[in-house]
T-cell receptor, first 115, second 111 residues
Framework: KAGVTQTPRYLIKTRGQQVTLSCSPI?????VSWYQQTPGQGLQFLFE???????NKGNFPGRFSGRQFSNSRSEMNVSTLELGDSALYLC??????????????FGPGTRLTVT | DAKTTQPTSMDCAEGRAANLPCNHS???????VYWYRQIHSQGPQYIIH???NNETNEMASLIITEDRKSSTLILPHATLRDTAVYYC????????????FGKGTTLSVSS
């Protein structure tokens, strides 16, 4: 099975711009979660989508949003970029069955640099 | 979700077993212990999880104490490629997929 793919892998944007990142989960997986990783804050949960619905949300401002399509692919958008948004953005997919335990499979991430 | 405590860093010689401890003294009865690792500049990788019984898979073994207040991840024969940050996470299984990552343990394997 192909793994989780994220595009683009690297991105440079200017303060005030907006950005859209894309994630394709493992085939058959219906849940996609997004995380932000910075040296200062570590790995932080952004939000989770399951069957096109946001199921859970972390403590991030409304500038961070996402959506999921019927094929389970997901996008996240950050508007009005700030320098502090520079980070590695990771996407993870899981079957989303919610039974005994989740294993999440992470993609390689998108490295966003805001200048 | 219960809070976990891990050592900041550990060293291990190549070929030896790496034993990574995790304390989770406030764990609830329905919370699982998960282990992930992150090799530099890559996405985290799921290793193993368990509730109360010891678990083993092709990557590692997970030993959970009888009172479930601590656990140990064991890499039986560490290689240089096992150098990574290892995260111990405790959470309820059905609470969505959100993982709360702490600082983890940086394991350095040397030859």
């Amino acid at each position: 099975k192909a793994g989780v793919t994220q595009t683009p892998r690297y991105l440079i944007k200017t303060r005030g711009q907006q950005v859209t990142l894309s994630c394709s989960p493992i085939s058959g997986h219906r849940s996609v979660s997004w995380y932000q990783q910075t040296p200062g804050q570590g790995l932080q949960f952004l939000f989770e989508y399951f069957s096109e619905t946001q199921r859970n949300k972390g403590n991030f401002p409304g500038r961070f949003s996402g959506r999921q399509f019927s094929n389970s692919r997901s996008e996240m958008n950050v508007s009005t970029l700030e320098l502090g948004d520079s980070a590695l953005y990771l996407c993870a997919s899981s079957p989303g069955q919610g039974s005994l335990g989740y294993e999440q499979y992470f993609g390689p991430g998108t490295r966003l640099t805001v200048t | 979700d219960a809070k976990t405590t891990q050592p900041t860093s550990m060293d291990c010689a190549e070929g030896r077993a790496a034993n990574l401890p995790c304390n989770h003294s406030t764990i609830s009865g329905n919370e699982y212990v998960y282990w992930y690792r992150q090799i530099h500049s890559q996405g985290p990788q799921y290793i193993i999880h368990g509730l109360k019984n010891n678990e083993t898979n092709e990557m590692a073994s997970l030993i959970i104490t009888e009172d479930r207040k601590s656990s140990t991840l064991i890499l039986p024969h560490a290689t240089l490629r096992d150098t990574a940050v290892y995260y111990c996470i405790v959470r309820v299984a059905q609470a969505g997929t959100a993982l709360i990552f702490g600082k983890g343990t940086t394991l350095s394997v040397s030859s």
